[in-house]
């Protein structure tokens, strides 16, 4: 029987990265980070020099601080989720309720939101279950409010879609015609919905925020500065 030699690991410090270094019988140098603050595992063969290990990962330092940043805001949002104990849906909180049964499912009921799910469904899968569930509420009322505005403006309705943005609450494509609505305003009042719906289609009629636009904006809904300056709070209960 052939003997396999086993797999050799060392520690390895490349600038600030922090990787685990292990010689296999491979071909390739393989990178993968799976933690936004743990070592990065990288394979490489047996008979790779140390210092080619070290300068793979000094040319993909970039390529690695962005795997981090995006993990790191991934075990952020699951560590929330274990400690969440209410929702805000529409400006108006909940008491969010983690049970175990089959099927899962999500249903609101008077002020509580019950998430059930099997024993074995891991904490992410829960998350993805509670975007999902938002993201149909934010659909509900978004689809009727486009085609309403969109007839009011005078033009034909974009399509329109909802996910999760970092740092903008809408956001709109006159190439492909297709307003964006940040997942988030599930947690603010319908108004706030309902501005943003406003402001990105008004970018159909006048692409710059000139005095015009403001002007349409004014017309069509007056009170759009009391729903700006909501959005520009943290939201209740936070």
Known sequence: MMKVS??????????????????KPIRRIYLRVTSATGPVHVSVPRRCPPAQAESCIREQIPWIERQQAR???HEERMAELGRRHQILLWGRTYSLEQTVATPAAITCVRDRIRCAAPASTPLEAR?????????ARVEEALIPLVEHWSHRLGIAAPKARVRRMRSRWGSCSLRSRTITINLELAGRSPACLEYIVVH?????????????????????LPNWEDARRELQAPPAGA
Request: proline residues 6%; glycine residues 0%; aromatic residues 10%.
């Open 71 to 73: 993990l790191r805001v």
């Open 6 to 23: 086993p797999t050799v690991s060392e520690p390895m410090i490349v600038d600030h990265v922090v990787a685990t270094v292990t010689y």
């Open 200 to 220: 990105e289609l008004l970018h159909y009629v006048v692409q710059p925020h000139n005095t015009r636009f403001y002007a349409l904006l004014d017309h069509h």
């Open 127 to 135: 998350s993805q279950m509670l975007d999902a569930w938002l993201r």
